[in-house]
């Protein structure tokens, strides 16, 4: 049958709206700026690729027929010389196919469409992220204007999302750590024997006090002092009213359950990762980022994971840039990756600096 959402699925749906929302418009704000951007520079951008193509061929045939003239005169082979010369003139390409120079940069973005509404997302995001690549930038001093406007809102926006989501994954990060914790400390004291409740060991009577306290009965283990906490709990709270009402009357370990849940949003100590732990999951989502690159631009295992580096610090050096992505048009799981990975290094930051505190804090008591 199909009921009413429980109270813990309202909770979690209120708790995650303006996380959602916060990222849904992020993207609504890169995708609006990737129309402004191709509607702005589109067609200056074509129009210099065809420019740039024509003026190619240009010269290709001009030094083609030089040749060509001269080789009649001397009685040498046109065919092998104008194949040698196609050769040098695509290695010259090469050489001078850098993003830093313009007619490189439109030899490397002219397939298919710089800036079509993938290509224009990222370039606002690697803009508004600070990473800027230099691969596409506005040719115009009207794209040159809205680039000024649109980054003046962007780069807050974007260190807003870093910081709360970074902030919120941390929070998780460390209740995850402490369940962890509490775990196995559970699981070392499960190897010594429980105290059965209504018991009578060492002259001592262990009463059943899970209905009168709300706690379950393993709380009481066996060891010094048990059963003077045990009588002082059940003196305390004779019929466990209090909890109950509490509680409005649902056991307390549901309640505590539910509280794991509802208190992540709230701020709370961040500081129970380990150091290790943090930075071998900050080095794992690079190394991961550096296979995929790895295979998707053919370059080696290290100038991926330096390209994922220097992204993700927002370095953005732009000697290496994802340009089989540009020739592919597969934008979005670039975009996706930084993107996430930004949030993911904010949290493994804020995870740092919870830990460096505490341990400052700790050295100076001492």
Known sequence: MTGKPTHRTCTLMKLAF??????????????????IFGAIEGQTEKDGIVALQEKE???????????????????????????????????????VSHPDWIPGRRDILGEPDPWGIPSAMLFCMTTITTIGYGDLVPSTTTGQVVV?????????????????????????????????????????????????AGSVRNGNVYPDLSQETGLDNDVFEEGEGVSDRAIQLRDLNPAGQ?????????????????????????EDDAGDVPFVVVIL??????????VSFSIAEQWNYFEAFYFTFITLTTIGFGDYVPTHHFENNTHF?????????????????????????KVVTFLGKK
Do not use: H, W
């Not at 083609?64 to 050769?87: Q, T, Y």
């Not at 999951?281 to 550096?290: D, E, F, H, R």
């Not at 799981?333 to 505190?357: A, E």
């Open 281 to 290: 999951l900050m080095v794992s989502y690079l190394c991961v980022g550096a």
């Open 333 to 357: 799981p670039c975009l996706l990756y930084t993107l996430v990975g930004l949030c993911y290094i904010s949290m493994c930051v804020s995870l740092l600096q919870t830990r460096f505190v």
């Open 242 to 266: 209090n909890d109950r009402k509490k509680t409005n009357g649902a056991p307390r370990t549901l309640q505590k359950q539910q509280s794991i849940f509802v208190n992540i949003s709230e």
């Open 18 to 35: 303006p996380y959602i929302a916060l990222v849904v418009f992020y993207f609504l704000y890169l995708f609006i700026g990737s129309l």
């Open 57 to 95: 061929n240009q010269i290709k045939e001009k030094i083609r027929e030089l040749f060509a003239n001269r080789s009649k005169d001397e009685g040498d082979d046109v065919d092998k010389e104008i194949e040698f010369l196609d050769e040098m003139l695509e290695e010259l390409i090469e050489t």
């Open 148 to 196: 000024i406007l649109y980054s003046c809102v962007g780069v807050p926006f974007s260190f807003l999302l870093f910081a709360v989501i970074g902030g919120l994954l941390a929070r998780l990060a460390s209740r995850i750590a402490v369940f962890v914790r509490k775990s196995l400390c559970r699981m070392k004291r499960s190897k010594s024997k429980p105290v059965v």
